[in-house]
């Protein structure tokens, strides 16, 4: 394939995701929080773009939505993304893969069937804005998604997330049952905007994405000894804000030493007032590497600047793990597929490793992936000044449609 179908229309992309920017949004951003009215209200606008469509919808026990076009073959190629978003979130996070699936799915019905089955997927909870649990329903689908733990979480209203999506079908004790979607499935494609600023600081719209970066997550408790804030002289103090002070500093040396990226991003003392040294201190440690072993590497390291820091002070650290994924690299075949594409649509073969998390990360675990990503301006994402110009919109969904083109004919082929 050396062109794009003129039945795939970029514009009509970009108008789908406009149209659902004013069905779930404002001044304030975007209001699709899953399980939510305003989540249900994207789903439903998502149902009615295929109504015309010889398309089966249906949601599995993980409560993710699903569209099969059915082809000659039962082999399929999936795509899509997530239409849940961050509160007051932008307005192209996760839609734009939706929607570009489904001018594909448009596509593919008006030349009749297709030599496979294509499918659009949109994945519960992929932000885990709520429960603090991202890529809900994909992980649920590969088998990753740890359920008692899940049950036990609870959102800032104090609702449970079991009972939670229980209102939604969902039944955590049969949420295994949805890995049955992925039978038959050859290939995954996913369409997402960067939320960095690379491709805008190079003037690029477009990019292939190589893979996902691991992360190591975890919180640390500092414990030193609180103590009166005008009694205790400086040199016998247990501080543990002090410890933390030079164990922050420490991190981010890592994170420039190995071309990673490492964030603290919470801290919270006790007892936490003007007139008291700082006994405890909790800290929360994010880590990202696209390499195995640097992450790795970086790990080591933090734990022993947490030690360090610690020792410098008087005072103990634990750790506390929060979550932790490998690197995920993507599909050599389908890398090829979407390096071609891109070179077609914009005339470069500029790839990116992303430093976000995205469904594609636990789908690559078990099937042959790859993204494309769009610009972001400024670079800015999760917010509501989260954009892209539309005419690099129109090329990301163009790209997204040749690469799609490409992988239904390595999965017709068997070569995928």
Not at 200 to 206: A, Q, V, Y
Not at 315 to 328: A, H, L, S, Y
């Amino acid at each position: 394939m050396t062109s794009s179908s003129s039945s795939y229309v970029p514009a009509r992309v970009v108008a789908d995701l406009r149209a659902l920017a004013e069905n779930t949004g404002g001044a304030e951003g975007s209001r699709r929080l899953c399980w939510t009215p305003e989540w249900l209200k994207a789903r439903a606008q998502f149902r009615a773009a295929l109504s015309d469509l010889p398309v089966e919808i249906e949601t599995d026990e993980a409560g993710n939505l699903w569209a099969y076009l059915r082809g000659a073959r039962p082999e399929t190629l999936v795509v899509g993304s997530h239409l849940d978003s961050v509160p007051k979130g932008g307005w192209l996070d996760g839609a734009l893969g939706v929607m570009a699936g489904v001018e594909l799915l448009r596509a593919l019905a008006a030349e009749g069937t297709p030599p496979i089955t294509v499918a659009v997927v949109d994945w519960a909870d992929e932000e885990g804005a709520r429960f603090g649990r991202s890529l809900f329903g994909s992980a649920a689908v590969v088998g990753t998604l740890d359920v008692e733990a899940a049950r036990s979480l609870v959102d800032k209203e104090g609702h449970r997330l079991d009972q939670t999506v229980a209102e939604h079908g969902v039944d955590l004790a049969t949420i295994w049952r949805s890995s049955s979607r992925l039978q038959n499935v050859k290939a995954y494609v996913e369409l997402h905007i960067e939320q960095g600023p690379i491709l805008e600081s190079k003037g690029l719209g477009i990019c292939t994405v190589t893979g996902t970066k691991g992360i190591e997550r975890e919180r640390l408790v500092f414990r030193g000894q609180a103590a009166h804030a005008g009694t205790m002289p400086m040199e016998m103090r247990r501080d543990t804000l002090l410890a933390v002070s030079r164990y922050a500093l420490a991190l981010a040396e890592i994170g420039r030493r190995h071309q990673g990226v490492t964030t603290t991003g919470h801290v919270q003392c006790w007892p936490g007032v003007v007139t008291a040294v700082p006994g405890e201190t909790r800290v929360t440690m994010d880590m990202r590497h696209i390499s195995a072993e640097s992450l790795a590497a970086m790990y080591a390291e933090m734990k022993q600047a947490a030690h360090d820091a610690a020792a410098a002070e008087g005072c103990t650290v634990g750790f506390e793990p929060i979550f932790r994924i490998p690197p995920m690299p993507f599909h050599p075949k389908l890398l090829d597929a979407a390096r071609a594409s891109v070179k077609e649509v914009e005339g470069h073969d500029v790839e990116l490793p992303s430093g976000a998390l995205h469904d594609a990360s636990e789908i690559a675990r078990v099937i042959p992936t790859v993204m494309i990503f769009a610009s972001s301006i400024g670079g800015l994402s999760h917010t509501k000044e989260e954009d892209t110009p539309e005419a690099h919109l129109r090329m990301a969904a163009d790209a997204f449609h040749r690469t799609c083109r490409r992988a239904m004919a390595l999965i017709a082929e068997g070569a995928v």
